[in-house]
């Protein structure tokens, strides 16, 4: 044990000796030239250097600097710079004239990259169609220059795509290491403000950087990220996933493969590709096992007429972004002229509005602004809907055209998620053509126009029984009694009616319904912003009525005048059964008397009453 311990405090005493000569003997300053050299010579960028090297010694040698840059070539603008430098260094190298870097830390980094910090190629520079990637050999000097681990330590990563809004991404942490292949793994973490939204990000990566800059690749294994703030859902978005990326320099092509990720309590696989020309042009190929799109998308501001009480269906207002005051308007939907994309997408199962739909398939292609949904599809309960249209952005203002086709679907369920105060249920069939500026659903009650034929199976109309209504009325005119009923809805076996919307006006023309108990026809229109009605309707009640009469048959076969007007809430409606029940009495007495004339047709009071029927 005694000779263990001599012979480690020997180690110890000339570790201390050689680390305290090296000092002594040895200047780091002697390595400035020389790294500004070499960086220059592999890479063409220019390394700078402010102020004296210096040593540290524990717990690892390392050369320290002050504020340092890395600048292209022709670039205006830093790429790198950074308030303090630390390169670990191999001791033993240093003592055969090596410089081994096994780590370079910066602390407090600036990271841009902008047009401003891109290299600019000299005129008249000859291009060659593939640069070396391979290490340049050591020059005459007898020194080597290798780095095999990478620090970043609270900076900041400027990005800006030519003309595009800038980027910052604050509090970047990075470690990197790397072999002598250039498989590097990548710890890194950062964070994104902008436009009171705030994202967190935080990644482990393998990347394969042996044939760059002309091919990069990467396997994320872990990136998990958390956003919140402005026009997103309350509790914000949280995720993780993996993934596979591609970039290829000479293709200017990002590729994103077995992409899997979550968001809140939705998840996508499938695949997607960039490639950064003038107009991007993106692909994306993507599945959804789940997606709720009430957890990703901030709950919609639901506005109400003026003096109408509060609707369940509503919420609260939502947190909003600054609106940026600009001398320039800028279009609806502005951002889907700068790309061109072809997406695919499926999904098992979405939610949205309250309303669960499967086997949701969709296809749409963007070029430059004209957005072509050719599909958009998927079963909602029983029924099937699909939507295809078009999104025209190239024009200062949008244009949108949609044919929607519904097929057996319940209209309570559609009422329900868009806030429509109507009690009404029935599955509901419909085929027609809208248009618009504006893809909400306030617009539509508002801006849209256009026309479908709607069809409607086992309709209940909740607030007024138009069979109760009208024999109600005949019971109170009449001798004619009726069952009771206690029902307080209408319901219809059948309804049809060629809608039109304008502005919000709806209008109803060739209303027709029938069931059992009672057939309707009728015209009349809703107003969607106002919430109110005026219809208008011709009922005949087929059954319910006690006893059997020739009034009763009369009033089996005479359609009786009903108008429901007023606040969707709040409906009234007149009847016109007296002057019904009136003209039929009248009929009534015309008849018998023109058959008592008929009678009496030789005498002169037979020919006195014709003459008086035919007066009158």
């Known amino acids: 044990m005694r000779r263990v311990l001599t012979t480690l405090m020997i180690l110890l005493v000339v570790l201390v000796a050689g680390l305290s000569a090296l000092v002594l003997l040895v200047n780091p300053n002697d390595f400035r030239a020389y790294m500004v050299r070499q960086v220059e010579a592999r890479s063409g960028y220019q390394l700078k250097l402010d102020g004296a090297l210096r040593w540290h010694v524990w717990p690892q040698l390392s050369i320290l600097s002050g504020r340092m840059s890395l600048t292209a070539p022709g670039a205006s603008a830093p790429l790198v710079a950074a308030d303090n430098m630390r390169l670990d260094v191999a001791l033993i190298p240093l003592f055969s004239h090596q410089l081994q870097v096994q780590q370079v830390m910066l602390k407090g980094a600036v990271i841009q990259l902008t047009p401003q910090t891109e290299a600019v190629r000299k005129a008249g520079s000859p291009v060659a169609p593939r640069e070396n990637t391979l290490p340049d050999e050591p020059s005459d000097t007898g020194w080597s220059f290798d780095i095999g681990s990478l620090k970043v330590a609270d900076s900041v990563l400027v990005f800006q795509h030519e003309d595009d809004e800038q980027v910052t991404v604050r509090n970047i942490n990075l470690k990197m290491e790397q072999d002598a292949h250039h498989r590097a793994t990548i710890d890194f973490s950062g964070r994104v403000n902008r436009d009171q939204r705030d994202l967190t990000l935080s990644l482990n990566a393998n990347v394969n950087a042996s044939d760059y800059p002309h091919q990069l690749t990467a396997d994320i294994q872990q990136l998990n990220w958390q956003l919140t703030g402005a026009d997103l859902p309350v509790q914000g978005i949280t995720g993780e996933g993996t993934l596979q990326a591609v970039w290829r320099e000479e293709q200017k092509q990002l590729e994103l493969d077995n992409l899997n990720l979550q968001a809140n309590d939705s998840a996508l696989k499938g695949q997607a590709s ?34 109408a009480p509060s609707q369940s269906g509503q919420v609260a207002v939502k947190q909003t972004r600054p609106v940026i005051s600009s001398n320039i308007e800028k279009p609806e939907y502005n951002g889907l002229r700068g790309f061109t994309a072809d997406i ?29 949904i050719s599909e958009l599809s998927g079963k909602m309960g029983a029924g099937h809907v699909s939507l295809p249209g078009t999104l025209d952005v190239r024009t200062s203002a949008a244009s949108a055209e949609f044919q929607p086709r519904l097929d057996n679907v319940e209209i309570g369920t559609i009422l329900n998620a868009f806030n429509y105060p109507i009690s009404m249920t029935g599955q509901l069939t419909l085929a027609g053509d809208f248009s618009g500026t504006k893809i909400d659903a306030e617009a539509f009650r508002r ?60 209008s109803l023309d060739g209303m027709q319904g029938s069931s059992s108990l009672l057939s309707l026809t009728g015209v009349g229109s809703l107003d969607l912003v106002k919430e109110t009605a005026d219809t208008r309707f011709n009922v005949r009640v087929l059954a319910g009525w006690e006893g059997e009469s020739k009034l009763v048959d009369f009033l089996k076969e005479t359609p009786i005048p009903l108008n429901v007007y007023g606040k969707w809430q709040a409906l009234n409606y007149s009847l016109q059964v007296d002057q019904i029940l009136r003209k039929h009495l009248q009929d009534e007495a015309k008849r018998r008397l023109n058959d008592w004339a008929d009678r009496n047709k030789d005498s002169q009071s037979g020919k006195d009453v014709k003459k008086l029927l035919n007066k009158l």
């Open 274 to 307: 960039v490639s950064l020309a003038d107009k991007p042009k993106w692909v994306f190929n993507l599945q959804f096992d789940k997606l709720n799109l009430e957890n990703l998308l901030a709950a919609e501001t639901v506005s109400t007429p003026d003096s």
């Open 344 to 372: 695919l997408l499926k999904a098992n199962s979405v939610r949205w509005r309250g309303i669960d739909f499967t086997d949701v398939s969709s296809q749409m292609f963007n070029h430059n602004g004209l957005l072509v």
């Open 447 to 506: 801006d849209w126009q256009g026309q479908a034929h709607v069809e409607l199976t086992d309709t209940r109309m909740e607030g007024l029984n138009f069979q109760q209504l009208v024999q109600q009325a005949v019971e109170r005119s009449s001798n004619v009694t009726a069952k009771e009923n206690y029902d307080n809805a209408t319901r219809l076996d059948t309804f049809t009616s060629d809608l039109t919307l304008d502005s919000g006006q709806l």
